[in-house]
């Protein structure tokens, strides 16, 4: 038997070797745990044809090979290459009123099977194998000691022949596989539910693991990761430096913009032009040659290429150049890690340097929980998108037009570096708006209140609104210092 030592081997899904640092250690036992559906087989079927590290055996007690190798097909696994071993019970055992079994009658001795397994090893000499489900030769064994006996010695008869193990579980109320567990070098504990498919590593001998319940997609294609975003795992030093809006009288509220590394909340209720207000910063970083990426939660990418097209922003150019990225993501088809993992891949693969999330609503929908994980969630990928040095812009919508000021909906103000908001204002009769800043932690901010217009030619933003009181009201009257202003 070799010293696996540091060296992995591929699962055959990236981001499950994401999770485990690399992969399997080689010449181990590994258990996949999982209610029916939760996608076993399919990570065996990529285990197995992963690599070109040698020979694959796939010692099935459930399934007969045929169904196998067709299920496999519609799937887009090869398994040519693939040895059986077909242990699966015949048809013909429903005929004629006879009871079920696994095996006839007279290979239902443990020995037997195990000899059958083994002379099928010598034969192939496998450095993967798959069997699939091994918990169908408990109904083999006399009794429960009896059967982690022999999975045990199977396990250590491939371990010497140099082979790496992978073998699925079918628990029950009535027969746990806490056994199995104990026996094995690792376990991928595979479930779901409402909220959608998860993987966890509960086990992993002789190295550390990625924590938590790691989503999963069933494709046309087979079996896709998303690992839990941990900001700690992420980081790269970068220039702290403030990011023009191209508008002087925004960067002059703003005290020079907004700083990279950081996360700016643009607040206020729909149609005041918040989206339009955050692609004016990607408008101009497109012009210092910087890529910028928008998740749209709430509109279509034509509508928003359209409205800032009318609005002397060149999206669409912007995004034919590269310097712009529109994503139109469905929230209740992508969980939080699967978003992440978006992100990720514009950050690291195509670095995107400003990421705006359009909007908040639109991403608390794929949580598909409470607002503590909404925080949770958002905490963690803004934290990553800061230490990765990107300014990261967050649109939130208010529910009210005027009235009662408030800042945001969901309580994430103290996550924000920045808040800006924008709001109508109804003076002299006509609906108009404004733009402010609550908060910026990084400089010093202007806290006067400006009026706000969008215009064909652009963003245009006014003098400091003086002399009135109750702007925040959304009603405001003027002083008796000042008269209005002609229009």
Do not use: C, W
């Amino acid at each position: 038997m070799t010293d696996a030592g540091d060296e992995r081997i591929s699962t055959g899904i990236d981001g499950l070797d994401r999770v485990l640092h690399g992969g399997l250690v080689p010449q181990r036992g590994y258990m996949v745990t999982g209610r029916p559906g939760t996608g076993k087989t399919i990570l065996g079927l990529h285990f197995l044809t992963a690599g070109d590290d040698g020979a694959r055996l796939f010692v099935n007690l459930e399934e007969s090979e045929a169904d196998i190798r067709t299920n496999a097909a519609k799937l887009g696994f090869d398994l040519d290459d693939v040895a059986f071993l077909d242990l699966s019970p015949g048809a013909d055992v429903f005929t004629d009123g006879r009871q079920y079994d696994i095996f006839e009658p007279d290979e239902v001795e443990g020995p037997t099977v195990s000899e059958s397994i083994a002379d099928r090893v010598r034969e192939v000499d496998p450095d993967r194998v798959f069997i699939d489900p091994l918990t169908q030769l408990r109904n083999l064994a006399p009794d429960d000691y009896q059967f982690r006996k022999q999975v045990n010695g199977l396990t250590q008869f491939l371990r010497q022949r140099d082979a790496t193990v992978l073998f699925t579980s079918q628990a029950t109320e009535r027969a746990p596989d806490d056994d199995l567990e104990f026996i094995s070098d690792g376990a991928l504990k595979l479930a779901r539910d409402d909220a959608g498919r998860t993987l966890s590593v509960p086990k992993f001998r002789g190295s550390d693991t990625e924590s938590g319940a790691h989503s999963v997609r069933i494709t046309d294609e087979g079996m896709v990761v998303f690992p839990v975003l941990l900001p700690e795992a992420h980081g790269r030093t970068f220039a702290a430096e403030s990011i023009s809006s191209g508008v002087p009288e925004i960067d002059q509220i703003l005290h020079g913009g907004i700083e990279r590394g950081t996360v700016t909340i643009l607040s206020g209720p729909t149609g005041v032009g918040k989206t339009t207000l955050g692609t004016q910063f990607m408008k101009e970083a497109a012009g210092r040659g910087e890529r910028s990426v928008i998740y749209m939660f709430e509109e279509n990418t034509e509508t928003m290429i359209a409205r800032s097209k009318a609005v002397n922003i060149p999206a669409e150019r912007m995004v034919e150049r590269g310097t712009l990225a529109v994503e139109e993501v469905e929230p209740l088809e992508k969980s939080p890690a699967e978003f992440a993992s978006m992100v990720r891949a514009e950050v690291e693969e195509r670095d995107a340097e400003i990421v705006m999330i359009d909007g908040i609503d639109g991403y608390r929908l794929s949580l598909r929980g409470d607002e503590s994980d909404l925080e949770r969630e958002l905490n963690s990928l803004g934290r990553y998108l800061k230490d990765m040095g990107v300014a990261v812009i967050l649109v939130e919508s208010t529910n009210a037009i005027t009235g009662q000021f408030q800042p945001t909906n969901s309580g994430l103000s103290y996550l924000a570096d920045n808040i800006v908001f924008l709001r109508y204002l109804e003076m002299e009769g006509e609906l108009r708006k404004a733009i402010g800043i609550l908060k910026k932690r990084t400089s010093d901010f202007e806290r006067a209140l400006r009026e706000f217009e969008i215009t064909e030619h652009g963003i245009t933003v006014g003098d400091p609104l003086t002399g009135l009181r109750g702007i925040l009201s959304g009603t405001p009257e003027f002083t008796e210092s000042r008269s209005p202003p002609d229009r």
